[in-house]
């Protein structure tokens, strides 16, 4: 089935650098790929997606590329703030037979120090 | 617009209890999704509703969970009885419609923080 797999955190970053979170997938058909956020305390929100191969989603300063012959879609931020903080879910949702569901990742959490 | 309001917020019960979870959409959304998230497990789809109705109830863990939504504007979880296992945050999400070859962003309430003694 379709599934997810995302770089374990906890990630520990100094202010300004440069963040990579790897992300991977295993799916039929031709999925949607997502990257959410959910600050401490709150609910997850829509950072960035991708609809078809080869395409990048961007926000933020964040970007990812869907990469079908890798079968991933990478996050990256050249510069990371403190501000930044957070779990970042990678996820893919299948339309196969009207389904609305997405297949989450399990979560990395980022921490930007100062 | 509010936004996916959830309560309440905070819920602290004790085995055995009854335990009812509330959310309201979005207004024009017609998708409602509840999910559950634990360190262990991370983030679990447990039903989702289109239109209100249980599309896929595959993710409610037993029987003690069920879920109803009777208008476009209010749904509810309950557990009953409650278990030390089920403390949680449990989220609700909403999305408006969309033809089924795209993709509509799920927006997400603040979550209920479940803890059963």
Not at chain 1, 47 to 76: C, I, Q
Not at chain 2, 40 to 57: Q, S, T, W
Not at chain 2, 59 to 68: C, I, N, T
């Amino acid at each position: 089935g379709n599934s997810v797999t995302q770089m374990e955190g906890p990630v520990t970053l100094s202010e300004e650098a440069f963040l990579t979170i790897n992300c991977t997938y295993t799916a039929t058909g031709y999925p949607s790929l997502f990257w959410y956020v959910q600050y401490p305390g709150e609910g997850l929100q829509l950072l960035l997606k991708a609809t078809k191969a080869d395409d990048k989603g961007s926000n933020k300063g964040f970007e990812a590329t869907y990469r079908k012959e890798t079968t991933s879609f990478h996050l990256e931020k050249g510069s990371v703030q403190v501000s930044d903080s957070a779990v970042y879910f990678c996820a893919l949702s299948d339309l196969a037979g009207n389904n609305r569901k997405l297949i989450w990742g399990l979560g990395t959490s980022l921490a930007v120090n100062p | 617009d509010a936004g996916v309001i959830q309560s309440p917020r905070h819920e602290v019960t004790e085995m055995g209890q009854e335990v009812t979870l509330r959310c309201k959409p979005i207004s024009g959304h017609n998708s409602l999704f509840w999910y559950r998230q634990t360190m262990m497990r991370g983030l679990e789809l447990l039903i989702y509703f289109n239109n209100n109705v249980p599309i896929d109830d595959s993710g409610m863990p037993e029987d003690r969970f069920s879920a109803k939504m009777p208008n476009a504007s209010f749904s509810t979880l309950k557990i009953q009885p409650s278990e030390p296992r089920d403390s949680a945050v449990y989220f609700c999400a909403s999305s408006f419609p969309s033809d089924s070859s795209s993709y509509n962003e799920q927006f997400f309430g603040p979550g209920t923080r479940l803890t059963v003694l």
